[in-house]
């Protein structure tokens, strides 16, 4: 079992950037696959980043998010990251966190494919 706990959410204007973090507790993090999700209201939960175990191959969703955000991770902190920079008003949505145990060498891109989500962190940006 792991539990996940995000943070770095708030309100900032468009252009502005945000750094999300998710701290994992147990032992075993550093063979977690580890995503962000998004969800905008009314809207189902998207991906929007993964990284493998050990940082190396990370995913980005698409053009809307490429380029602007970036995932990491640092195993010696329990910790995973999202950099959001030049931030949208379409980006405004609650982040979450989620884990896959025993990750492979790709992290997955569907919910399904997470075992452990956390609570989520409110990211707001105005126009």
């Known amino acids: 079992q792991v539990q996940l706990v995000e943070s770095g959410g708030g309100l900032v204007q468009a252009g502005e950037s945000l750094r999300l973090s998710c701290a994992a507790s147990g032992r075993t993090f550093s063979s977690y696959n580890m995503g962000w999700f998004r969800q905008a209201p009314g809207k189902e939960r998207e991906f929007v980043a993964g990284i493998n175990w050990s940082g190396g191959s990370t995913v980005y969703a698409d053009s809307s998010v490429k380029g602007r955000f970036t995932i990491s991770r640092d195993n010696a902190k329990n910790t995973v990251y999202l950099q959001m920079n030049s931030l949208k008003s379409e980006d405004t949505a609650v982040y979450y966190c989620?884990?896959?145990?025993?990750?492979?060498?790709?992290?997955?891109?569907?919910?399904?494919?997470?075992?452990?989500w956390g609570q989520g962190t409110q990211v707001t940006v105005s126009s």
């Open positions: 989620a884990a896959k145990s025993r990750g492979g060498p790709t992290p997955p891109q569907k919910l399904e494919g997470y075992d452990y």
